[in-house]
């Protein structure tokens, strides 16, 4: 069975400070790798997704991740936060070879203060 | 475009009751997901169609649970005889055609959030 940790609840950051959000999967085989944005009283944001190739991956809104697949990571970052990135943040995983269903992160709640 | 559409957004209901939630897709997405959030959790999967075909379920969907979507464009959810464990965040998403489905970005609407009294 397939899974994705994020293991932290809640990050705080100063706005224009570097941000990083964690996570780890295990799946077997090569998997596809997704981070969603959830702000309050909407549907789940895509950002930006792994799929194969550079590891380092470019999304929207000037988030980025990496896959580590020695580390079995793909952590979310920003190299400056803004407070309006203040968000919860979804890490997902899919199967290769017909895996339609996402697997999800349990969230990190993104704090950024002024 | 107006995104994948969910109605209603919020449902109260009593213990017992059966409710019926609706998903309306983006236009020309073949594929059609639904998924379970509860507080504090990640969404979790429970089924999944391709056009009119439902391809898959979890086993979080027991039997008073079905989904339909008979003409492969809008959706229905419906709960049979609802109990308290049962109230959750349901959400909807849709997916273009593509090869590799596993490589779709899914697209999700705002949620029906279901409170079971």
């Known amino acids: 069975a397939q899974s994705v940790a994020q293991p932290e609840d809640q990050v705080n950051v100063a706005e224009g400070n570097p941000l990083t959000v964690k996570c780890t999967y295990s799946?077997?085989?090569?998997?596809?790798l997704f981070w969603y944005v959830q702000y309050p009283n909407r549907g789940l944001q895509f950002l930006l997704k792994y799929i194969t190739g550079d590891n380092l991956v470019k999304g929207s809104y000037g988030f980025e991740a990496e896959f580590n697949k020695s580390q079995t990571s793909f952590h979310l970052k920003k190299p400056s936060a803004l407070v309006s990135d203040s968000a919860l943040y979804f890490c997902?995983?899919?199967?290769?070879?017909?895996?339609?269903?996402?697997?999800f992160g349990t969230g990190t709640q993104l704090k950024v203060e002024l | 475009d107006t995104g994948v559409s969910q109605d209603p957004r919020h449902k109260i209901t009593k213990r017992g009751q059966n409710v019926t939630f609706r998903c309306d897709p983006i236009?020309?997405?073949?594929?059609l997901y639904w998924y379970r959030q509860t507080l504090g959790q990640g969404p979790e999967f429970l089924t999944y169609f391709q056009n009119e075909a439902q391809l898959e379920k979890s086993r979080l969907l027991s039997d008073r649970f079905s989904a339909e979507r008979p003409k492969g464009s809008f959706s229905t959810l419906e709960i049979q005889r609802t109990e308290q464990g049962d109230s959750a965040m349901y959400l909807c998403a849709s997916s273009p055609p593509n090869r590799d489905v596993a490589k779709n970005i899914q697209y999700f609407g705002a949620g029906t959030r279901l409170s079971v009294l």
């Open positions: 236009s020309e997405h073949n594929r």
């Open positions: 997902a995983a899919a199967l290769t070879g017909g895996g339609n269903k996402l697997t």
């Open positions: 799946v077997s085989g090569n998997p596809y």
